[in-house]
């Protein structure tokens, strides 16, 4: 089954977004939420990576290079084509979320939009450009 995009909008949505900027520390609303936060290592420890986002090489060497990631994606990339093939298939939300949304979650989105390319996705990165958010050195 092809899946086609309604009028109203594109069939899939792809958001990148940081829980520590969103009212609540709550996702956007989504069929799929990746949240990154507890289970894959952050970035922003390394003091050299901290003021990156997603669109340096460095971050996204990093995080994709994070054990675990790369089946995520893959996880992620089998199921939104299960549920665009579905009888019922209609518009596909899918939101990362880390912390600040600079790294993880915008590594990850712009992974799943590369590999979702065929079905066009509309890809929002809503706190890539928000300042870091200053946290206390983690603990060893």
Do not use: K, W
């Amino acid at each position: 089954m092809t899946h086609t995009a309604p009028a109203s909008g594109p069939a899939l949505t792809i958001t990148s977004f940081g829980y520590s900027h969103q009212p609540g520390e709550v996702a956007p609303a989504a069929h799929l939420t990746l949240d990154l936060r507890a289970h894959f290592r952050d970035p922003h420890v390394d003091p050299s990576m901290r003021e990156l986002t997603g669109r340096d090489q460095e971050v996204i060497t990093a995080v994709l290079s994070t054990p675990g990631i790369p089946a995520l994606i893959a996880a992620t990339v089998a199921a939104a084509r299960a549920f665009c093939s579905g009888p019922s298939a209609g518009p596909l939300h899918i939101a990362a979320g880390c912390v600040g949304g600079r790294h993880r979650s915008y590594v990850v989105a712009s992974a799943l939009a590369t590999l979702l390319a065929d079905l066009d996705p509309a890809v929002v990165h809503l706190h890539v450009d928000r300042p870091v958010i200053r946290r206390p050195a983690p603990r060893n």
